[in-house]
């Protein structure tokens, strides 16, 4: 069974106008287990991780990143964006299993 | 005392060694990363340049290590950073992560956090739109790893 994926942690900047590059910074809780570990009783835990993170503004894909287990655990992704125009962001994280856990920004320019 | 000879080919060595350094760098690498890479250049020369790879020098604790990776480039539809590949030399499995970049990011900039079991060298590999390739290595001093049970 997968451990479960936590809640996601999205960061956005405010005062954004259109032109600026932003940083957008996120975190989701998760063990990131490397499958090189054994237990107590020396059986081999098996691997489990978040593998895929995309990001996609307006159903347009931006960023997308393939995890392997030498990401730490509870994954920090950043990276930056070209604002346009206002939107929604949906990232979305996907683990071993293929469960994915979905989170939404909205991106406001004043 | 003056050798003017002596200190010609030490100069020479000097100059052979700075040119010849990043080949045999290439081959320095263990053996598995050379072959991830190999598959990855297709027979396509890797460069050094345009990439900034920030790790710390000396990491405390290997279970997370922040790397930050910069890679110069106007991110336009015709020249772009399409991916970044990294590698932890000395970890049980290499591969690290992949970035997959667009030109909508403005910038080809990307930070997360990384495991490293032991001391090592990171390799990053950039690939441009026009299918060039750069490549940085950097070498992180691990006191406690990160890959452990």
């Known amino acids: 069974m997968s451990s479960p994926i936590g809640q996601p942690r999205l960061r956005l900047p405010t005062q954004v106008k259109a032109g600026d590059v932003i940083e957008i910074r996120t975190l989701i809780n998760h063990v990131m287990e490397t499958g090189q570990r054994r237990n107590p009783e020396g059986q081999e835990i098996p691997r489990d991780i978040i593998k895929r993170f995309e990001a996609r503004f307006e159903g347009e894909l931006v960023f997308a990143m393939d995890l392997a287990p030498a990401i730490a655990a509870n994954p920090y992704i950043a990276f930056p964006f070209r604002v346009e125009r206002a939107g929604r962001f949906e990232m979305t994280w996907t683990n071993d299993a293929g469960e994915t856990r979905r989170a939404n920004a909205e991106l406001k320019l004043g | ?149």
Do not use: W, Y
């Open chain 2, 1 to 149: 005392m003056d050798h003017p000879t002596s200190r010609r080919a030490v100069l020479a060595l000097a100059l052979a060694g700075a040119v010849l350094l990043p080949r045999q760098g290439l081959a320095s690498l263990p053996q598995n990363v050379q072959t991830a890479i190999n598959k990855l250049r297709a027979g396509r020369a890797a460069q050094e340049g345009r990439i900034t790879l920030r790790l710390p020098a000396i990491a405390e604790n290997g279970n997370t290590v922040p790397l930050s990776i910069m890679v110069e480039s106007p991110m336009t539809r015709a020249d772009h950073v399409k991916a970044i590949h990294v590698f932890a030399t000395a970890n049980p499995a290499p591969e690290v992560a992949v970035f997959h970049l667009t030109p909508s990011m403005g910038r080809a900039n990307v930070d997360t956090r990384i495991r490293l079991g032991q001391t090592q060298e990171v390799v990053a590999l950039a690939e441009m739109a026009d299918g060039s390739l750069f490549m940085a290595r950097a070498e992180v001093k691990v006191t406690i790893g990160g890959c452990g049970g």
